[in-house]
């Protein structure tokens, strides 16, 4: 009987309720993996967390790298050591590793390398959808997609064996709906590796990819890739899943995600159909693939975003010279909503409406509009967010000066937003000061400024600092130090340490000593640097009119640097302590209800109930910063003196 106080490392036949995220953790354990690292992205972010709380215990060693090409990069040598190994990403997280994840296939990993990927159709929580399959085609990597729980769990073991097999990275794709959707999950053994921990620099071809050496790792990297080919002919992670009990009406081929969703879709129906459910998406099984279509009519692909199994399979059936086969895709059909297949995600209720209109069936979803309008709810910034009032100086100084703002990925990024509308162009992390470097050559009058936040500046954005200060762009940036990885979930990073109050850190993070911002700019040139608390307004403001006069003056970068940790962290763990500051709440004897804190302000706790502003009790976190922004010389806002929180 397992002692541990983690139920993830519970003893072979245990039977636990995951998330996909959980699972993949527990397949690590069970596959042997030694060594992990990423850094946090959702919808992978959990998988991270997880590690960091069982590190110790489990005998992995895990760390939260400064960005996923160094993650990447650490994880793909210590495999080429002898040690399993296992890193993982969001979608974008992928571009930032690109450059590395391209050369993998061509070395020899003999410790075994696994790369987590998650992708995010939809978005919920990306910038943009793309379609992380052709990285795996363009780098020779096989790609496994899971469909539930179970499976993202075995597929981390499957995965891993054949690996360290082979000596070739793998990779499983899953989705924001594998990540986080949950299952019952059956624990297997764990495993140990054999394997001899030695660093062999002419094993197989080398690792250095040059003009004269590349032409025999490219050749290993294809014969590598036949070898997964084949093993999905063979029937590796296939399977076909009869629907219904009559006759199939029509032939299916999906994966992942949305085969659970098609299985719902069809029940719904109450139609009879056959699923070839497609573990292995890359490369793929075409022999099975053509034999499962020559049995149906009618065959529909159904996939989240691109035509990624269908353009294969349209190839393969082309190269085989077979015809005939009428083979239903995104882009082979014609009825109305064939543009919104290569968008979003494929859930329950689409599919319905989707296969009824191809099965020429009713749909019985009965769509009922409600009455009542219910309002949108945009993305915003959590009560008492040190970013709000950064956004307000910002705002004013810019306006002032007819200039206007760059962003950056991160919590942020939501000051593009109303009423800020602060970041008018965003690419990428760490894509602030170089879009802005770029305009200042296009609008040399213009004052332009850029915001970052401290786990991006580390991620990405010192080499168009460094870029800025070398080349003498005239700019100012914002550094949105809240001392954590907010966004993601409250990971550290380099500038964490102890200054994240309250912080969920664990193991070697709970003492880590921080990094200095402001030593590191001093140090690449950075000669305007000024650090202002966050919820003082009138000294960002200040702050920011000394950078941009700085700026002007000395036709370079200037770096205000605004400081107050991430108000949920630390608000989390006051309320927690009972040490959170009385909420506030508005003398109506006082107020003349122009309501600038509510429009012009927009902190989540300010709401309008009878035409009158008010303060949500439950949402203010006491901060105060709402006071600064009345235009009152007697402010109406006060703090609650006799107040008991909850």
Not at 150 to 166: N, P, R, T, Y
Not at 219 to 233: G, R, T
Request: proline share 6%; glycine share 8%; with cysteine.
């Amino acid at each position: 009987m397992s002692k541990s106080k983690f139920p993830i490392l519970g003893d072979a036949g245990t039977e636990e309720i995951l998330i996909g995220n959980e699972a993949f953790v527990r397949g690590m354990y069970e596959a042997g993996v030694e060594v992990a690292a990423a850094y946090p992205g959702s919808p992978t972010s959990e998988i991270g967390v997880t590690l960091s709380a069982i590190s110790e215990e489990s005998g992995i060693y895990f760390e939260f790298s400064t960005n996923e090409k160094v993650a990447l990069e650490l994880a793909a040598s210590a495999s080429i050591g002898g040690v399993p190994a296992c890193t993982f990403m969001k979608s974008v997280g992928l571009n930032v590793a690109s450059d590395s994840f391209v050369q993998l296939s061509k070395f020899t990993l003999k410790g075994g390398l696994v790369i987590i990927l998650g992708d995010d159709p939809g978005p919920h929580s990306s910038q943009n959808e793309q379609d992380n399959r052709y990285y795996a085609r363009l780098a020779k990597v096989p790609l496994l997609e899971p469909s539930n729980s179970q499976e993202a769990k075995d597929m981390i073991v499957f995965a891993m064996e054949l690996s360290q097999k082979w000596k070739m990275p793998v990779v499983i794709r899953s989705t924001t709906r594998i990540c986080h959707g949950t299952g019952m999950v059956k624990f297997g053994a764990k495993k140990s590796s054999i394997i001899e921990k030695k660093f062999e620099p002419d094993l197989e071809g080398g690792y250095i990819p040059l003009p004269g050496t590349l032409r025999p790792l490219r050749i290993k990297s294809l014969n590598n890739l036949k070898k997964w080919e084949k093993l999905a002919n063979e029937g590796a992670l296939i399977e076909e899943v009869k629907v219904g009990d009559g006759e199939s009406q029509i032939g299916i081929i999906t994966s992942g995600h949305t085969f659970a969703a098609t299985l719902s879709a069809l029940r719904i129906l109450g139609v009879s159909a056959t699923i070839l459910k497609l573990g292995i998406v890359y490369p793929l099984p075409m022999n099975k693939i053509v034999d499962f279509l020559q049995r149906f009519k009618k065959v529909k692909i159904l996939e989240e975003l691109d035509p990624f199994l269908e353009d294969l399979i349209k190839v393969g059936l082309y190269e085989r010279k077979i015809t005939g086969i009428t083979l239903l895709g995104k882009s082979s059909e014609e009825y109305e909503f064939e543009e919104e297949e290569w968008l979003g995600e494929y859930d329950t209720t689409r599919l319905v409406t989707m296969l009824a209109k191809i099965l020429d069936i009713k749909n019985p979803i009965d769509f009922l509009k409600s009455e009542i309008e219910v309002p949108a709810r945009p993305p915003q910034l959590c009560p008492g967010c040190g970013h709000r009032t950064s956004f307000m100086s910002a705002k004013e100084v810019i306006e002032e000066r007819s200039g206007f703002s760059m962003a950056d990925i991160g919590c942020y990024s939501l000051g593009y937003l109303p009423p800020y509308n602060q970041g008018l162009v965003l690419y990428s992390m760490g894509s602030g000061v170089p879009s802005t470097s770029g305009m200042s050559k296009a609008l040399p009058a213009t004052p332009l400024m850029s915001f970052i936040g401290d786990s991006t500046l580390f991620h990405a954005g010192l080499p168009g600092i460094i870029n800025a200060v070398w080349n003498r762009h005239k700019q100012v940036l914002m550094v949105m130090d809240n001392g954590i990885t907010a966004m993601t979930g409250h990971q550290p990073n380099p500038n964490t340490g102890k200054k994240s109050l309250g912080a969920p850190l664990t193991g070697k993070y709970m003492n880590q000593k921080s990094m200095s911002i402001d030593s590191i700019l001093e140090g690449i040139g950075v000669k305007f640097i000024k650090r202002v608390p966050a919820y003082d307004q009138k000294q960002v403001t200040n702050a920011l009119n000394e950078a941009f006069d700085f700026a002007e003056k000395n036709n370079t970068l200037a770096v205000v640097i605004q400081e107050e940790p991430c108000a949920l962290m630390r608000s989390s763990a006051e309320r927690r302590a009972g040490t959170l500051a009385n909420p506030f709440y508005i003398d109506h004897a006082i107020c003349r209800n122009i309501q600038r804190c509510l429009t012009e302000f927009a902190c989540p706790a300010i709401e309008e109930i009878d035409e009158k502003v008010e303060i949500n009790v439950d949402l203010c976190i006491g901060c105060g910063c709402c006071v600064q922004n009345c235009p009152l010389i007697e402010k109406p806002i006060k703090q609650m003196e006799d107040f008991k929180r909850v």
